[in-house]
Nanobody, 124 residues
Framework: QAQLEDSGGGLVQAGGSLRLSCAASARTFSSNAMGWYRQAPGKEREFVAA????????IYAGFVEGRFTISRDNAKTTVYLQMNSLKPEDTAVYYC?????????????????WGQGTLVTVSS
């Protein structure tokens, strides 16, 4: 059974919105910070957002500029990424991830689990 299953990607026009979901096993979700990375064609995988275990603290990459919101539902062991005002440059495969330390979430090497990725395509 996959530890993380991300979904919700699709094709959207510039300015539109999408909500990504990541369903985690209870074992993976428990006590872990959760977050999202993305990888555009020909580019390195980059950090997007993360949220701590209790859900009261989150961090975002600079390019988010207030357009995305990360949240988690610990009862459902699911993390979400609400993306608004999407731009063509947001086109990428988005990956859910889990890690033991919120403060290190931007270091990929510290992350313990990854989803399979969900493709987001933003047309101009």
């Amino acid at each position: 059974q996959a530890q993380l299953e991300d979904s919700g990607g699709g094709l959207v026009q510039a300015g539109g919105s999408l909500r990504l979901s990541c369903a985690a096993s209870a074992r993976t979700f428990s006590s872990n910070a959760m977050g999202w990375y993305r990888q555009a064609p020909g580019k390195e995988r980059e950090f997007v957002a993360a949220i701590n275990w209790s859900g009261d603290t989150s961090i975002y990459a600079g390019f988010v500029e207030g357009r995305f919101t990360i949240s988690r539902d610990n009862a459902k062991t699911t993390v979400y990424l609400q993306m608004n005002s999407l731009k063509p440059e947001d086109t990428a495969v988005y990956y859910c991830a889990a890690g033991p330390k919120f403060s290190n979430f931007q270091d990929r090497l510290t992350l313990s689990a990854w989803g399979q990725g969900t493709l987001v395509t933003v047309s101009s």
